[in-house]
T-cell receptor, first 113, second 113 residues
Framework: GENVEQHPSTLSVQEGDSAVIKCTYS??????FPWYKQELGKRPQLIID?????GEKKDQRIAVTLNKTAKHFSLHITETQPEDSAVYFC????????????FGSGTRLLVRP | ETGVTQTPRHLVMGMTNKKSLKCEQH?????MYWYKQSAKKPLELMFV???????ENNSVPSRFSPECPNSSHLFLHLHTLQPEDSALYLC????????????FGQGTRLTVV
């Protein structure tokens, strides 16, 4: 089945710097790759997603890139702000009928003011 | 609010107790999921239901028993749990198509004593 690896597990950046989180997946049939942000004590919420027919997607300070050949995708946050501090999860979904979403192990991002 | 509601929010139970977690969504989604979130394995998929049919059981011990009476409701019945089962249990739903977002409930914080 699908396996998603996520790095780093923790990331500390200065406010205004960029942050990059990387994920790899194992199932070449996976075609949907969302990123979720989970603030302390709250539910995970989608911040951006990308589908396999697209190589890059951007939404204001957040961008995601996908390399299907290498089976990896990355989250880029520019001009980081303290409110970006949270745990970020990548995920991958395949095309089988179970619609299961497999998550990476998470990255705890700390943005220092 | 994402439209996915979980009850109770917090639950403390003894190892010999029987309890149930409830998840409800009125988003018209066809797929529902149970995830276990703990420090060791963040966002570990447990079960997937698609159109009320269980399509995934991720090697979950039989002391966890899911039930999906209709596409809007999902239960997780708990029986003779162990202290290591203490975790945040998250329910999610999605439209049931491959390239669509999953919406999470706020979770039930379970403590087994």
């Amino acid at each position: 089945g699908e396996n998603v690896e996520q790095h780093p597990s923790t990331l500390s950046v200065q406010e205004g710097d960029s942050a990059v989180i990387k994920c790899t997946y194992s199932d070449s049939a996976s075609n949907y790759f969302p990123w979720y942000k989970q603030e302390l004590g709250k539910r995970p919420q989608l911040i951006i997603d990308i589908r396999s027919n697209v190589g890059e997607k951007k939404d204001q300070r957040i961008a995601v890139t996908l390399n299907k050949t290498a089976k990896h995708f990355s989250l880029h946050i520019t001009e980081t702000q303290p409110e970006d501090s949270a745990v970020y999860f990548c995920a991958a979904r395949g095309v089988d009928s179970s619609y299961k979403l497999i998550f990476g192990s998470g990255t705890r991002l700390l943005v220092r003011p | 609010e994402t439209g996915v509601t979980q009850t109770p929010r917090h639950l403390v139970m003894g190892m010999t107790n029987k309890k149930s977690l409830k998840c409800e969504q009125h988003l018209g989604h066809n797929a529902m999921y149970w995830y276990k979130q703990s420090a060791k394995k963040p966002l570990e998929l447990m079960f997937v239901y698609n159109f009320k049919e269980q399509t995934e059981n991720n090697s979950v011990p039989s002391r966890f028993s899911p039930e999906c009476p209709n596409s809007s409701h999902l239960f997780l019945h708990l029986h003779t749990l162990q202290p290591e089962d203490s975790a945040l249990y998250l329910c999610a739903s999605s439209p049931g198509q491959a390239n669509t977002e999953a919406f999470f409930g706020q979770g039930t914080r379970l403590t087994v004593v």
